[in-house]
């Protein structure tokens, strides 16, 4: 079945960075796009970035374009989330999430999740 | 951006009955390009309708999705143990994806 697992999350210091890694298996993985959303403690959901089958399309939210960097292996089925510069409200659970528009289009809409990696930012 | 606007906060409902969730937006969602997605406690959040109407691959059809423009209703017509949780609803109309703040379903 399909599964997508998060890692790399804990507790960081201010301005330090972090690399977040989300291992799939369960589908072609080389032809879907994959997005991660992050949810803040006690604040809504927020869709942060995708990177698209090949890895040469990726869309980032406007206000977290300048710290955040995604990139994909498709040889180890794993997608990254490289955040800089690591600030208290980036505090939150991180998901992956599958795109079903598989290498046609991104619907940016979200099929499968993985559960969630804790992110927090303390000194 | 769109905001979407999710009521009730919380919903008690008894176990086989009916439960009706809204969402609305402030500004028309285009194409319908809506999704509710049902999350439990340290639980992967799943898919449930996207297209506004449609439902995910196994989901059961008690769970209904309608609405157009502005307003959508997410309706599960006989409440399973299993559906209690969070719902969110989530709009990818625009180049800015954005999600309610949730309605949690609780049993009554």
């Known amino acids: 079945q399909v599964q997508l697992v998060e890692s790399g999350g804990g507790v960081v210091q201010p301005e330090k960075s972090l690399r977040l890694s989300c291992t799939a298996s369960g589908f072609p993985f080389g032809s879907y796009g994959i997005h991660w959303v992050r949810q803040s403690p006690g604040k809504g959901l927020q869709w942060v970035a995708v990177v698209w089958y090949d890895g040469n399309v990726k869309y980032y939210a406007d206000s977290l374009k300048d710290r955040f960097t995604v990139s994909r292996d498709n040889s180890k089925n794993t997608v990254y989330l490289h955040i800089n510069s690591l600030r208290d409200d980036d505090t939150a659970v991180y998901y992956c999430?599958?795109?079903?528009?598989?290498?046609?289009?991104?619907?940016?809409?979200?099929?499968?999740w993985g559960p969630g990696t804790l992110v927090s930012v303390s000194s | 951006e769109i905001v979407l606007t999710q009521s009730p906060g919380t919903l008690s409902v008894s176990p086989g009955e009916r439960a009706t969730l809204s969402c609305r937006a402030s500004?028309?969602?285009?194409?319908?390009?809506l999704a509710w997605y049902q999350r439990k406690p340290g639980q992967a959040p799943r898919l449930v309708i996207y297209g506004a109407s449609s439902r995910a691959f196994g989901i059961p059809d008690r769970f209904s999705g309608s609405g157009s423009g502005t307003d959508f209703t997410l309706t599960i017509s006989r409440l399973e143990p299993e559906d209690f949780a969070v719902y969110y609803c989530q709009q990818y109309g625009v180049s800015r994806i954005t999600f309610g703040q949730g309605t949690r379903l609780e049993i009554k």
């Open positions: 500004q028309s969602v285009s194409s319908n390009n």
């Open positions: 999430a599958r795109d079903p528009g598989g290498v046609v289009t991104l619907d940016y809409y979200f099929d499968y």
